[in-house]
């Protein structure tokens, strides 16, 4: 008889505790710890145009854009990432056994696809991050083609998708912001 290798559960204090000291950036997901692949230097760029447009788009509105550096925790599925950028809106609201800065409430998140990420990017972190009460919209930048994807939270709760391609722009309603394609992948060698 074989039997199957018994994987730790690891809790999520022992998470934080390895993350505490480790070179890289690791996600913990139902008790697993996964390690997140480095970006591109095409993909860190495609972050921080997004980024920038952003910043630039929310003049005085009381919201704070941050880069990957920050951890958000997503309570109803016990997802602790670090998303490519993220805008919280009013007081970060700390997940509380986070020692470090661990944000329970964004209002906008944005991820970059790679070859690694794009499908859990589009599926299953999509769903994940859907949960979060404070989400009003889930931005995706491709790194296939010039792309840009907002997932929109309506006031009844809904969802909707809204896509803009090479020559167009969509808006992020919940922060009164429009990204220009053009603009985003203005230096990208990516057509």
Known sequence: ?????????????????????????????????????????????????????????????????????????????????????SVICGPLVQHGPSPDATALNPTLLLEVTSDSSEEYDTGGKLECYLTIPSLRDYVIVSHRERRITVHQRAGDGSWTTRVAIDGGQVRVESLRVDLVVDVIYRASSIR
């Open 1 to 85: 008889m074989i039997r199957g290798r018994r994987h730790h559960r690891y809790t999520y204090a022992e998470y934080v505790g390895l993350e505490r000291d480790s070179p890289t950036k690791h996600e913990f997901f139902d008790g697993e710890i996964y390690a997140m692949a480095g970006g591109s230097e095409e993909h860190s760029a495609l972050a921080v145009e997004v980024i920038v447009a952003l910043r630039n788009g929310l003049g005085d509105q009381p919201c704070r854009v941050h880069s990957s550096d920050l951890r958000v925790y997503v309570e109803a599925v016990g997802l602790a990432t670090f998303p490519d950028g």
